[in-house]
């Protein structure tokens, strides 16, 4: 599945490089995707690095087989487009690649526990149901379930579980911002 590059900050956008700039020793002849797709927006592929795939987008009206030259928008989201592009300029010149910082191994466990509660939810299974199993049932036994943290944490799954659903998946997509 392919994503807007308006969506996807950590897409590289690839436009031809300007005329003033030198050829040699332009590394886009390294960036051939046989299965790449095209769209309105341009021709999209996947290339992958340091064991995570980049996605390339070459915009409309760039002839195949031209020197290509990377596009950072100035706008709230350059910062990861210069992160996407160092990764991939790493890559193409067989440096090491830096993980890619977009979510923590603690976001991702409560993403994937924010849609497992919520598919428990839209299953028919009560909150206390659905602490059970995350928590272990004799966890939720051992204290009072209205007034009980677990319960508070369950309902809390469930609501940005449904978030997510509704459109806020979206977000997975975009760096994280240092403040």
């Known amino acids: 599945m392919f994503w807007s590059a308006e969506a996807d900050t950590s897409a590289v956008l690839l436009t031809q490089s300007p005329i003033m700039l030198p050829t040699a020793g332009n590394l886009s002849s390294g960036l051939r995707d046989p299965a790449a797709r ?19 987008v070459r915009l409309a009206g760039v002839p195949p087989g031209t020197p290509l030259a990377a596009l950072v928008p100035l706008d ?25 910082r977009r979510l923590t191994p603690q976001q991702k466990r409560r993403h994937r526990h924010m849609l497992q ?28 379930w209205k007034t009980s943290s677990l319960r508070a944490s369950v309902i809390g799954l469930v609501n940005g579980g449904r978030a997510m659903i509704a459109g806020g998946y979206r977000q997975l997509l975009r760096h994280r911002r240092k403040e």
């Open 117 to 144: 509660a919520t598919d428990g939810r839209m299953n028919g299974a009560s909150y206390r149901e659905i602490a059970g199993v995350m928590f272990g049932a004799d966890r939720v036994a051992s204290e009072p």
């Open 76 to 100: 709230a989201d350059g910062h990861d487009r210069i992160e996407a592009i160092d990764r991939l300029l790493r890559a193409l010149q067989g440096r090491a690649v830096p993980n890619d």
């Open 38 to 56: 095209a769209d309105d927006q341009g021709e999209h592929s996947v290339l992958a690095i340091g064991g995570q795939n980049a996605r390339l």
